[in-house]
T-cell receptor, first 114, second 114 residues
Framework: DGGITQSPKYLFRKEGQNVTLSCEQNLNHDAMYWYRQDPGQGLRLIYYSQIVNDFQKGDIAEGYSVSREKKESFPLTVTSAQKNPTAFYLC?????????????FGQGTRLTVV | AQSVTQLDSQVPVFEEAPVELRCNYSSSVSVYLFWYVQYPNQGLQLLLKYLSGSTLVKSINGFEAEFNKSQTSFHLRKPSVHISDTAEYFCAVSGNTGGFKTIFGAGTRLFVKA
């Protein structure tokens, strides 16, 4: 089945630790995205990538890092510099051609700082 | 630049009543428009989309939305809601010439009461 897979579903982090959230897609999409979702604030874009080995900061990139070494993979690292990392993180992918920009989402990772 | 405004953060409605979730957008280019639905602790799922052609688009579960270019709106409607429609709904826009990332509204929480 084609789709986008995030892991783990739940993640606990101690203060001061870096953690990496996985996102894999087999839809052959060029573009991939990471969003953060907090209650009542909708989706906020962290980073996005439109091509392998290239990515751009979104609206709230501070304290996060990403890599795009393969077309199908776009991991997100939440670093210790992120002061309030507890949130629901969503990964998405999309095509970039005409009529092909619909975003497909993973099931999300809920990160909790303990 | 593109933006999306969802005019209501929460919409309570009784079961079997009609509902309208409002969405307005701004864009300097022609657009594709989307509505997504999110159930608790899950990713977003595409509900319906407007790419071109008929301005009225419909989903398989009774929702419909109409693209109004003059009013830059894409409101979502359902003539009779069910308890199971309780969810968060996101309006989104992307440019229709390809290469544009999708911009999401802040979301509207639909709460259907018995």
């Amino acid at each position: 089945d084609g789709g986008i897979t995030q892991s783990p579903k739940y993640l606990f982090r101690k203060e001061g630790q870096n953690v990496t959230l996985s996102c894999e897609q087999n839809l052959n999409h060029d573009a991939m995205y990471w969003y953060r979702q907090d209650p009542g604030q909708g989706l906020r874009l962290i980073y996005y990538s439109q091509i392998v080995n290239d990515f751009q900061k979104g609206d709230i990139a501070e304290g996060y890092s990403v890599s795009r070494e393969k077309k199908e993979s776009f991991p997100l690292t939440v670093t210790s510099a992120q002061k309030n990392p507890t949130a629901f993180y969503l990964c998405a992918s999309s095509g970039m051609g005409q009529g092909n920009t619909e975003a497909f989402f993973g099931q999300g990772t809920r990160l909790t700082v303990v | 630049a593109q933006s999306v405004t969802q005019l209501d953060s929460q919409v309570p409605v009784f079961e079997e009543a009609p509902v309208e979730l409002r969405c307005n957008y701004s864009s300097s280019v022609s657009v594709y428009l989307f509505w997504y639905v999110q159930y608790p602790n899950q990713g977003l799922q595409l509900l319906l989309k407007y790419l071109s052609g008929s301005t009225l688009v419909k989903s398989i579960n009774g929702f419909e939305a109409e693209f109004n270019k003059s009013q830059t709106s894409f409101h979502l409607r359902k003539p009779s809601v069910h308890i199971s429609d309780t969810a968060e709904y996101f309006c989104a826009v992307s440019g229709n010439t390809g290469g544009f990332k999708t911009i999401f509204g802040a979301g509207t929480r639909l709460f259907v009461k018995a």
